[in-house]
């Protein structure tokens, strides 16, 4: 299941923009996987389904959080093994 989450490199960006600790908004996480919102949603609930993210509402907006800071971890250990290169970033 994991593998097929880390799969596509939207997901992968959001999940790189997470490892700071922080939480973000799906607009802002959107934004950093170079995608449009309905897209980053389709994303992130996937992400979440797979336990790879917490969401945690806050009034009318939803906030993303890595769901256990073993994940960073294991993305930390998987770049180094991976060509980053290859990873598209968006302009």
Do not use: C
């Amino acid at each position: 299941m994991v593998a097929s989450l880390l799969a596509d490199s939207s997901r992968v960006r959001i999940l790189y923009k997470l490892l700071d600790g922080n939480a973000y908004s799906a607009s802002e996480l959107a934004l950093a996987a170079g995608t449009a919102a309905s897209t980053a949603s389709t994303h992130l609930s996937k992400l979440v389904a797979g336990g790879l993210l917490h969401v945690e509402p806050r009034g009318r907006h939803r906030f993303y959080r890595l769901a256990q800071p073993e994940i960073a971890d294991f993305l930390d250990w998987a770049s180094a093994i991976v060509d980053e290169s290859r990873i598209p970033v968006p302009s």
